[in-house]
């Protein structure tokens, strides 16, 4: 199973920014989608962001958008989620997924295959 790693959560304040990281093991990252989601106890999974495996088209969840960017480095076989003016609302599990050439950008998480095991991000004071 192609293998996803994420790192960058920690504990924040209000209005304070983090760097999420997803480093997949795949020969060719641009042929694949990845989507960032992320869930809180007791709440569904929402997906966050997505960037396709063609031209790079991105999609935001509303509930985001203006705050957070995703971008991808090939090179480096890593999806970043840019996370700024955090909220406590935005305190949750964050995770990726990925999904080989997926032609578009989902935020739903039945169409990604692949996962990784998430990382912590909590916003209060």
């Known amino acids: 199973q192609l293998q996803l790693v994420e790192s960058g959560g920690d504990s924040v304040q209000p209005g304070g920014s983090l760097r999420l990281s997803c480093t997949v093991a795949?020969?060719?990252?641009?042929?694949?989608?990845v989507g960032w989601f992320r869930q809180a106890p007791g709440k569904e999974r929402e997906g966050v962001s997505c960037i396709g495996s063609k031209d790079g088209k991105t999609n935001y969840a509303d509930s985001v958008k203006g705050r957070f960017t995703i971008s991808r480095d090939n090179a480096k076989n890593t999806v970043y989620l840019q996370m700024n003016r955090l909220e406590p609302e935005d305190t949750a599990l964050y995770y990726c997924?990925?999904?080989?050439?997926?032609?578009?950008?989902?935020?739903?998480?039945?169409?990604?295959?692949?996962w990784g095991q998430g990382t912590q991000v909590t916003v209060s004071s």
């Open positions: 997924a990925a999904e080989f050439r997926y032609f578009g950008c989902s935020l739903k998480g039945n169409v990604y295959d692949h």
């Open positions: 795949t020969f060719s990252l641009e042929s694949n989608a």
